[in-house]
């Protein structure tokens, strides 16, 4: 199976096998160049599984996965974004003590071939001082940029760990339920800042909030029992009847269950 030369990420028939247990069985996923797609899927669909091989967490049993064209099936996570792929969740385990100012020039500055010298580099070299204010503004960070990370309102700390995979200049980047456990009165500050993302990148977002989802993507995937049951954009989604079979039983999100009101 060939990609075309607009597919910046592809799945190729993967499969992961846990002992007898088929956890992915045969999907393919093509994410497109300024991708704003979704896997969504029920409790169990097997979507942080298919997460965990693109990022390189678990080696498929069968398939293969393709980024810009390069077969990047047998990487390391930490290979795969050098090359231009990162997850939200890979940089969730935030420093406590560090504040988003001197955590961002830690990962600018590594990004940058600098290392060890971030230290140096937090108010001495213009280049990482300019990109770490770019981020702290685009985030919503600057007016906590002084303090120490553990103090901050659990927004602000879904915030900052997109403003790192945006520091490490993705070209794909893979957003892990950026809204899990934020409290409502935080969300839209999120929600706003997920949506102002910069239209180069591509993203995959996995994600159990419906509003998000329809508010963002242009292309789903529905994940069920391992298998991609059908893609679609997201008014196709919405009135597809498998797709809401599928939720019965479940609480059923409720831009499946009047149809799309997002468009």
């Known amino acids: 199976m060939s990609t075309d030369s607009n597919t910046v990420l592809s799945a190729q028939g993967l499969v992961m096998k846990f002992g007898g247990i088929t956890a992915t069985n045969n999907v393919t996923l093509n994410l497109h160049k300024g991708a704003r797609h979704a896997l969504i899927g029920p409790n169990g669909a097997g979507k942080t599984t298919l997460i965990n ?37 890979q940089i969730n385990q935030l420093f406590d003590t560090l504040t988003p100012l001197e ?3 830690m990962v600018v500055s590594q990004h940058r071939g600098l290392g060890g010298k971030w230290w140096q580099a937090l108010g001495a070299r213009a280049d990482v001082n300019e990109r770490c204010d770019q981020l ?79 508010s963002f993507a242009k292309r789903m995937t529905v994940l069920v029992n391992g298998t991609v049951l059908t893609e679609g954009d997201p008014d196709q989604i919405a009135s597809d009847p498998q797709v809401k079979a599928v939720y019965l039983g479940h609480e059923v999100p409720q831009a499946l269950a009047g149809g799309s009101q997002h468009g």
Do not use: N, W
Not at 63 to 89: N, S, W, Y
Not at 180 to 208: F, M, Y
């Open 53 to 89: 091989l693109l990022t390189g967490v678990l080696q498929p049993t069968e398939g293969k996965i393709i980024l810009e064209g390069q077969d990047i099936t047998q990487l390391a996570p930490h290979q795969r974004v050098r090359r231009g792929m990162v997850r939200t969740f």
């Open 136 to 214: 702290l503004a685009q985030f919503h960070l600057t007016s906590v940029m002084g303090q120490e990370t553990r103090v901050l309102a659990y927004g602000k700390r879904r915030l900052l760990e997109i403003a790192i995979a945006l520091a490490c200049e993705p070209r794909v980047l893979l957003l892990d339920e950026p809204v899990a456990g934020v409290p409502a009165g935080e969300r839209e500050e999120l929600l706003q800042t997920v949506a102002a993302l910069p239209a180069d990148v591509s993203i995959l977002l996995i994600e159990h909030d419906m509003d998000l989802v329809f």
């Open 103 to 105: 955590t961002l020039a």
